[in-house]
């Protein structure tokens, strides 16, 4: 029998889905140091303005803060350091394509343990117009608002 392990995300860029069209994702592993391990076990990552970049065939994690552990001494890491990204090389081809065409960017959407190795939700996104947040924001409205009235129906 598989024992499956589920464990909340460690990290979750919500700003993602407020200023990009998310059009595909892909699950990448993350190269860590011993300290950026049990520093994001202790939940103290922020991807909120970071990005992925693929330079010289291989995908990097640009401005993913890992603050330092506390108990690391002189063997601490960088907080901003760049981090590689392992996906298998059909998905990089992908995505070095993608990333040719106009308008498509890398953005980490989550930061996550799956059978205890460290993994990150990589999307392929296009950014937002100002108007494409405003119509967003008008249709989570209504629909909050027709979720609240069922309920209310619901138990009347």
């Known amino acids: 029998m598989i ?3 589920f ?6 860029n919500r700003k993602a889905y407020h ?3 998310i059009h595909d994702t892909y699950e ?3 190269v860590l140091t011993g300290t950026e391990v049990k520093s994001i076990r202790s939940g103290r990552m922020n991807i909120k303005d970071s990005y992925a970049r693929i330079e010289k065939g291989e995908l990097w994690l640009w401005n993913a803060h890992i603050s330092p552990y506390e108990q690391g001494n002189r063997f601490n890491h960088d907080p901003l350091r760049t981090r590689k990204l392992l996906v298998h090389k059909k998905e990089l081809n992908k995505l070095e394509i993608m990333m040719k065409t106009k308008g498509y960017t890398l953005i980490p959407l ?3 343990f799956n059978r205890g190795k460290i993994k990150c939700l990589i999307g392929v996104a296009t950014g937002k117009k100002l108007h494409d947040k ?3 924001i008008a249709e989570k409205a209504v ?3 027709l979720d609240r009235r069922l309920k209310e129906r619901n138990y009347n």
């Not at 464990?7 to 979750?12: E, K």
């Open 7 to 12: 464990t909340l995300p460690s990290a979750v």
């Open 28 to 30: 990448a592993g993350i």
């Open 143 to 145: 629909k909050r608002d």
């Open 134 to 136: 405003r119509r967003d």
């Open 110 to 112: 989550k930061i996550y």
């Open 3 to 5: 024992k499956k392990e």
């Open 19 to 21: 200023d990009y069209f």
